[in-house]
């Protein structure tokens, strides 16, 4: 829901913005109509996101990867261990500090996204992304998308571009990104455990 809300619905990130993981969670469960409402709009954004380019045949530039480009990667490098969603949210928090890296994406944007995920209880990091995983991602992206990365980054609550060749990043971006991903991690976990919430625990 956070992935598509972030590039194509607007009223369903200030809904997610808005609750915690445990509100949702107990609304779905309690059967309460404002966690339908937010499956609903999830379902239909990602469905028109779809519509417009399902088979690739029109391009490689989708919103809906936003998230699947150091994700399957990281999978893979945990022996599947990790399940596919946490992969998302760590390509989500890495996409996101990137593009504000790059200047796409304004402060204030890259602190909603990262606090929603972080109140939502979804990790920011993993110890196996590293400079070299970033790399081979890059490199796995572009063979399986025309040529190019392709990779989606927001651009502001609802707005997206793409990132379309490593060389863009200026030197020593990833290893900064990489490092302030474990430090957000890291507050965040313990801003949790001061409510008596655990953040999710990532296999190693």
């Not at 915690?20 to 499956?39: F, L, P, T």
């Not at 957000?184 to 625990?201: D, H, P, R």
Request: charged share 20%; proline share 3%.
């Amino acid at each position: 829901m956070i992935k598509v809300a972030c590039t194509s619905d607007t009223t369903l990130f200030k809904k997610l913005e808005r609750a915690s993981a445990g509100n949702i969670e107990a609304q779905i469960k309690s059967g309460d109509a404002r966690a339908h409402d937010m499956i609903r709009r999830a379902i239909s954004a990602m469905m028109a996101e779809l519509s417009k380019n399902p088979f690739e045949r029109g391009g490689y530039e989708r919103a809906v990867d936003f998230g699947h480009t150091l994700a399957h990667p990281l999978e893979a490098s945990t022996g599947y261990t990790l399940h596919h969603g946490t992969a998302v949210a760590v390509d989500l928090a890495f996409s996101t500090l990137l593009s504000r890296g790059l200047g796409w994406l304004d402060a204030r944007s890259c602190e909603r996204i990262i606090g929603t995920l972080g109140s939502c209880r979804l990790p920011l990091w993993h110890e196996n992304v590293n400079e070299q995983l970033v790399h081979d991602a890059f490199m796995a992206s572009a063979k399986h998308r025309g040529g190019e990365i392709n990779m989606t980054l927001p651009t502001g609550i609802g707005t997206y571009a793409f990132l379309k060749h490593e060389k863009q990043c200026p030197s020593g971006l990833i290893t900064a990104i990489l490092s302030e991903l474990r430090r957000k991690q890291e507050e965040a976990a313990a801003t949790l455990s001061e409510g008596n919430a655990g953040m999710v625990k990532l296999p190693s």
